[in-house]
């Protein structure tokens, strides 16, 4: 084989060897965890939640990450001019709460949010499915909101506040 040949052989290799190793690589999947120990629903589709401390997002395996959000870049997940962002595909969700020992639950699309309350808590406009009524005040609330695709935690590619959803 002459170098000609083994030079292209060599670069179709590793071409291919490259996409054949990008495609297993698993997109990293942040999971966010809002709880707070009360809330209430200021309308049949909004309600505001306490920010007692930072909002927890994660990764699932093999990426095994994790860091805490404040208020102002958690709510940048729905900032109006990120094309395939929370406010454009508004994220699924899920709120529980507890009314005494029982825990309640509801699936939810979260349509915005704001900071409220000079940043003391969260203000979230929801999606809900006829016939689902949350009660006016719910107790240990915990709102699990899913998913970014990204390095950073705060959307996706490097650089902080670039957006992918998770297809």
Request: hydrophobic content about 40%; proline content about 4%; charged content about 20%.
């Amino acid at each position: 084989m002459n170098f000609f040949m083994k030079s292209v052989a060599v670069t179709l290799f590793v071409t291919f060897s490259n996409i054949a190793f990008a495609k297993e690589m698993k997109t990293v999947e942040w999971l966010f965890i809002h709880t707070a120990e009360k809330a209430e629903m200021v309308s049949d589709s909004s309600f505001i939640m306490p920010m007692n401390r930072e909002v927890l997002a994660f990764t699932d395996r093999p990426n095994r990450q994790y860091r805490y959000l404040k208020a102002n870049d958690y709510v940048e997940l729905w900032r109006p001019d990120a094309a395939d962002g929370f406010k454009s595909n508004p994220p699924n969700s899920v709120i529980s709460w507890m009314i005494g020992d029982t825990p309640y639950q509801a699936k939810v699309n979260i349509v915005n949010s704001a900071i409220t309350d000079d940043g003391d808590a969260i203000f979230y406009e929801l999606s809900l499915k006829e016939g689902i009524k949350i009660p006016t005040k719910i107790f240990h609330v915990s709102l699990f909101v899913g998913g970014v695709c990204g390095g950073n935690g705060k959307g996706g590619g490097k650089d902080v506040g670039v957006l992918i959803r998770c297809k």
